[in-house]
């Protein structure tokens, strides 16, 4: 069982940054690729990045592409999305997800864990 919790959500004005932080539970952090999704009400929960298990691979969906960094850090277990340059339109829930076998990817349903999720509102 891998647990996973969010940190960094907050209120910002547009143009601003912040970092999200996903803390993993386990002694295997390193094996499992990582993902970052976001959901806006009423709307279906959304791609956003996603990292290789070495952080070598990194994949972004188009409109955060330029903006919004993932990485990680196995020593710690934990994976961070680095927000800059934030929009109106990226406020959500954001939520972190582990794949324990094989490489990322953007589908959402083939992630293994997830966390409870941090909220983001970026102000006009």
């Known amino acids: 069982q891998v647990q996973l919790g969010e940190s960094g959500g907050g209120l910002v004005q547009a143009g601003g940054s912040l970092r999200l932080s996903c803390a993993a539970s386990?002694?295997?952090?390193?094996?499992?690729?990582m993902g970052w999704f976001r959901q806006a009400p009423g709307k279906e929960r959304g791609f956003v990045a996603t990292?290789?298990?070495?952080?070598?691979?990194?994949e972004y969906a188009d409109s955060v592409k330029g903006r919004f960094t993932i990485s990680r850090d196995n020593a710690k277990s934990t994976v961070y999305l680095q927000m800059n340059s934030l929009k109106p339109e990226d406020t959500a829930n954001y939520y972190c997800?582990?794949?324990?076998?094989?490489?990322?990817?953007?589908?959402?349903?083939?992630?293994?864990?997830w966390g409870q999720g941090t909220q983001v509102t970026v102000s006009s």
């Open positions: 990292i290789s298990q070495s952080g070598t691979t990194t």
């Open positions: 997800a582990a794949k324990v076998y094989g490489v990322p990817t953007i589908r959402a349903d083939s992630y293994d864990y």
């Open positions: 386990g002694r295997t952090f390193s094996s499992y690729a």
